[in-house]
C-alpha cells in the first residue's frame, strides 16, 4: 500500500514536472495556431480566396496573348486595288498618294486591339509597349508590395489593390483609344500582382508551419488553372471587348475580400496591436470550431506580448528605409554580393524566357487555342514531378542542368521544320516553367532570414524587367524570322546558366538565418568540385 502511495505520488510529481515544462517552454505564433483549430474549415476558405487571386492574376497575365493577336491583313485602296492576306506593308510614298483601308482575317478573332487601332505596319511598334507597360507595372508593385504591407498591413493592401483593380479592369474595356487601354491595362497589372502577393503573405502568415507545403503548391496550380480558364474563354469569345468585359466581371470576385479577409494577427502582433490580434485570433477558431481554452490562450498571448514589447508600428517611410538598408545587405558583404549578381541574370534570363515563349506561341504554327491548353496543362504537370524530384537531388545541378537543356530545345525551334515546330515549342515551354519553379523554390533556402522577403521581391523585379522586354523581341525578332525569339531567349538562359556553376549547394541545409552564417559558411559549388578533382588528379 505504501509502494502503491509512493508510485502514484511519484507520478503525480513527474506530471507536475512535465506541465511545469510545457508551461515554460517557449511560446511561439505557432502554437496559437494551432490552439485554433490549426488548419481548419476557414483556413480552406481563405486558401480558396487565395487560389482565386492566383486564377484572375493568370487571366490577366496571359490575356494580351489573346487580346492582341495579330491577324494577317491585306489593303484596299481607293482605287480599288487589293490583295490576299499577306501582311505586306506599302511603302510611304505608295501609301501617301491613297486612302487605304484595312482589312484583317478574322478566322481565329473577330476584332482585337490590333484589328481596331490597325496596330500594323509603322504602328506595330506600339503592340510590344503593351506588354511592357504591363510588366513594368508588375515589377514596379514588386519592388514596392513588401515595404507597403509591413507599414499599413496585408488586408488594407490587398483591399487596396483589389478596388484599383476592379476600376482599372472596366477601364480597360471601356478604352476609347489605345492610349487608356495601355494605361488601364499597367494599372490592371499592378494591382492585381500586389494583390496576389499580399494574400500570398497573410495565408502563409495565418497557415500553421507544417502546412505551408500545401499552401503554396495549391496556390502554384492555381496559375495553372488561370492559364487554361482564359485560354477556354477565348476561344468561345472571340471579340477582345467582350472578352474584357468577361475579365471586369470576373475582377468583382474581389468585392468577397471586403466582407471574409481578416486582418493578419502575426502583423498585429509585430505592429502592437495585441487587442485585435486576439480578437482576430478567437474568430479564427469560432469559424473552425474549435474551443480555445481561455486560460491557456490569454497566457500565451501573454507572454508574445512581452517578447514582442511595446508598439513597434512603422511608416511607410521607415518601411523604405528599412527596405534600403535590405538591399545594402544584399551586396554589403563578399558572399551576399556574389549571391545577388550571380542571381540575377538567372532570374532576368527565366523572366524573359518564360513570358516571352508564351507571347511566342503564334509561331508555333498550331491553332493558338491547343497550343496554349496543352502548355497550361504541361505546366501543371511539371510542378508537381518537380515537387518530387527536388527532394532527391542537388539544386545548383538539377538548375543548371535544366537551364541548359531549356536553351538548347529554345534555341533548336530556330533550326526545326515546320511540322516539328509546334512540338518544340509547347516541350520548350514546359521547361521554361520548370525552370521558374525551381529557382522559386532555390532562393529562399539561399538567402537569410532579414533578406529572404525583400530579396525574392527584389529578384523577382529583376525577372520582371527580362519580361518587359520580351514583347519586343517577340514582334520585333518574329516579323524578321518566327524563329528567332525562342533562339534569343535560349541564349540568353544558356548564358545565365553559368552563374550555377559558382552558386552554393543548399539541399539539405538549414536556412541560413543572419548575413552572418552565409559568410562564415563553407559553400558546396559545381566549380569548387571540379576544381577538387582537378587538383587531386
Known amino acids: 500500500m505504501l509502494t502503491s502511495d509512493a508510485d502514484t505520488a511519484d507520478r503525480v510529481q513527474a506530471e507536475a514536472m512535465e506541465n511545469t515544462e510545457k508551461v515554460q517552454a517557449p511560446v ?80 481565329v478573332f473577330k476584332t482585337t486591339v490590333v484589328t ?4 500594323v505596319c509603322e504602328d506595330a511598334v506600339l503592340l510590344p509597349t503593351l506588354t511592357f507597360t504591363y510588366m513594368f507595372g508588375i515589377a514596379f508593385s514588386n519592388l514596392l508590395a513588401g515595404a507597403l504591407s509591413d507599414a499599413f498591413g496585408r488586408r488594407v493592401l490587398v483591399l487596396t489593390m483589389a478596388t484599383v483593380h476592379i476600376i482599372s479592369s472596366f477601364v480597360t474595356w471601356f478604352s476609347p483609344n489605345f492610349w487608356v487601354f495601355l494605361i488601364g491595362r499597367m494599372f490592371v497589372g499592378g494591382s492585381i500582382h500586389t494583390a496576389w502577393a499580399g494574400l500570398f503573405i497573410l495565408l502563409q ?52 475580400f471586403f466582407f471574409i479577409l481578416p486582418e493578419s494577427p502575426r502583423w498585429l502582433l509585430a505592429s502592437g496591436r495585441f487587442d485585435e490580434a486576439k480578437q482576430t485570433l478567437l474568430n479564427i477558431a469560432r469559424k473552425n470550431g474549435k474551443e480555445i481554452d481561455q486560460k491557456v490562450f490569454e497566457s500565451s498571448m501573454d507572454e508574445l506580448q512581452k517578447e514582442i514589447g511595446a508598439n513597434t508600428k512603422s511608416t511607410l517611410i521607415e518601411e523604405v528605409k528599412k527596405m534600403s538598408n535590405i538591399f545594402l545587405d544584399l551586396v554589403r558583404t563578399p558572399k551576399m554580393r556574389r549571391i545577388t549578381l550571380l542571381m540575377m541574370p538567372t532570374f532576368f534570363a527565366v523572366g524573359m524566357g518564360n513570358y516571352g515563349i508564351h507571347f511566342s506561341s503564334r509561331f508555333a504554327d498550331l491553332d493558338i487555342f491547343a497550343v496554349n491548353m496543352i502548355k497550361a496543362t504541361t505546366n501543371f504537370l511539371v510542378v508537381v514531378v518537380f515537387m518530387f524530384i527536388l527532394k532527391f537531388v542537388d539544386r545548383c545541378k538539377c538548375l543548371w542542368s535544366m537551364y541548359v537543356l531549356t536553351g538548347i530545345v529554345a534555341i533548336s525551334f530556330y533550326f526545326m521544320p515546320t511540322g516539328v515546330r509546334p512540338i518544340v515549342f509547347v516541350f520548350a515551354q514546359t521547361l521554361f516553367a520548370g525552370d521558374y519553379y525551381i529557382v522559386d523554390t532555390y532562393v529562399p533556402e539561399l538567402l537569410p532570414t532579414p533578406t529572404r522577403n525583400f530579396g525574392f521581391n527584389f529578384l523577382e523585379f529583376v525577372s520582371k524587367i527580362g519580361s518587359s522586354i520580351a514583347p519586343f523581341i517577340v514582334d520585333l525578332g518574329g516579323a524578321v524570322d518566327p524563329g528567332l525569339p525562342p533562339m534569343v531567349f535560349g541564349c540568353v538562359l544558356l548564358a545565365s546558366s553559368i552563374s550555377f556553376i559558382f552558386l552554393p549547394e543548399t539541399r539539405g541545409k538549414a536556412l541560413p538565418q543572419t548575413v552572418r552564417e552565409v559568410e562564415d559558411e563553407c559553400d558546396v559549388t559545381i566549380s569548387g568540385k571540379i576544381r577538387s578533382q582537378l587538383f587531386n588528379s
Not at 69 to 78: I, K, M, R
Request: proline share 1%.
Open 28 to 107: 511561439t505564433f505557432n502554437d496559437l495556431l494551432t490552439q485554433t483549430g490549426g488548419f481548419g474549415r476557414w483556413n480552406w476558405i481563405l486558401l480558396g480566396i487565395c487560389y482565386i487571386s492566383c486564377v484572375l492574376a493568370a487571366s490577366n497575365h496571359l490575356s494580351i496573348i489573346y487580346l492582341a493577336y495579330s491577324p494577317d491583313f491585306f489593303f484596299v485602296t481607293d482605287d480599288g486595288n487589293f490583295k490576299h492576306f499577306d501582311s505586306q506593308c506599302r511603302d510611304i510614298h505608295e501609301k501617301d498618294a491613297n486612302n487605304e483601308t484595312y482589312f484583317y482575317d478574322s478566322s
Open 205 to 256: 502568415e495565418i497557415t500553421p508551419r507544417q502546412h505551408r507545403t500545401l499552401t503554396s503548391g495549391i496556390m502554384n496550380f492555381g496559375w495553372s488553372t488561370g492559364s487554361m480558364w482564359i485560354c477556354f474563354l477565348a476561344y468561345f469569345i472571340r471579340h477582345w471587348r467582350m472578352l474584357q468585359l468577361v475579365f471586369s466581371f470576373m475582377s468583382l470576385l474581389m468585392i468577397s
Open 116 to 119: 481596331e487601332w490597325n496596330l
